[in-house]
């Protein structure tokens, strides 16, 4: 009885992740945000109607950017081949540690997961920035001693680049290691199964119906706008799932005295 009961606690508290400090300068860490101002310039915002997208941007915590600075790379390997101007006082948590156009960021933390989770660290979901990529790298943080950087390529040389106080420069969330290892993939003929083809063929033909009646300027399309039936969580029969997620609430990082 006491090991049952010691499981079911291990499971209410959830999956760890806990974020050592190492370094003064750590970064502020937030919950992700749905917001993009991309999406706020789109005309209608409709951008904000796509649920997928939305949820994306939600998922996981960013570390933000300490200060507003400008960097150029001009194209070469060394590490001087990257250039920094800042707003006010240089960030030790920026640099070029290996040239080639890679600007480093030093979180300044050591994270720990539950174990048997790995950490993805990668660019903030939805925010394209001109000219830079964010490097992907996942991390063994159930065991490993070791803190990561958070790494970005210059694509577009002799260009100046900005980035600003606050603003996202990595994602980070947990993953079960051997979570895609476990993953059967296998490719079907959609008519192999009859019921899921039908609830297809209904939705396309319903698809195709309503963007008609749009370009047609029908007054009940016009009025509603889009289709709902996804963010509504409902299938072609009118079937409501019950784990449907319009929004992520995730949790803030907790200091020690909290």
């Known amino acids: 009885m006491a090991k049952k009961a010691k499981g079911r606690s291990r499971e209410a508290r959830g999956i760890e992740l806990t974020a050592f400090r190492v370094a003064d300068f750590a970064l502020q860490i937030a919950t992700g945000d749905q917001r993009r101002d991309w999406m706020d310039a789109l005309p209608d915002r409709f951008g904000y109607r796509c649920l997928p997208l939305l949820i994306a941007n939600q998922a996981g915590w960013d570390l933000l950017c300490p200060t507003r600075f400008w960097v150029r790379w001009d194209g070469g390997v060394e590490l001087d081949a990257v250039r920094f101007r800042w707003e006010d006082e240089p960030h030790p948590a920026i640099a070029s540690h290996f040239g080639s156009g890679v600007v480093t960021f030093t979180p300044g ?141 995730l949790r803030d990082f907790l200091t020690a005295r909290d």
């Not at 420069?169 to 051997?178: A, D, Q, S, Y």
């Not at 008519?191 to 083809?197: I, P």
């Open 109 to 249: 933390y050591l994270f720990r997961t539950t174990k048997g989770h790995n950490l993805w660290a990668r660019g903030c979901p939805n925010l394209p920035k001109d000219g830079i990529v964010p490097l992907d790298g996942i991390i063994e943080t159930d065991w490993a001693p070791f803190s990561f950087t958070m790494n970005w390529k210059i694509t577009r040389p002799k260009h100046w680049i900005r980035f600003d106080e606050g603003e996202p420069i990595c994602r980070i969330l947990p993953v079960p290691r051997h979570y895609l290892e476990s993953v059967r993939p296998r490719g079907r003929d959609l008519w192999d199964d009859k019921r899921t083809a039908n609830q297809y063929v209904s939705w396309r033909e319903s698809r195709d119906q309503f963007i008609q009646d749009l370009e047609a300027r029908e007054e009940e399309a016009v009025e509603q706008g889009w289709q709902r039936t996804y963010i509504r969580g409902q299938n072609m029969r009118g079937v409501k799932m019950q784990d449907h997620q319009t929004k992520l609430r």
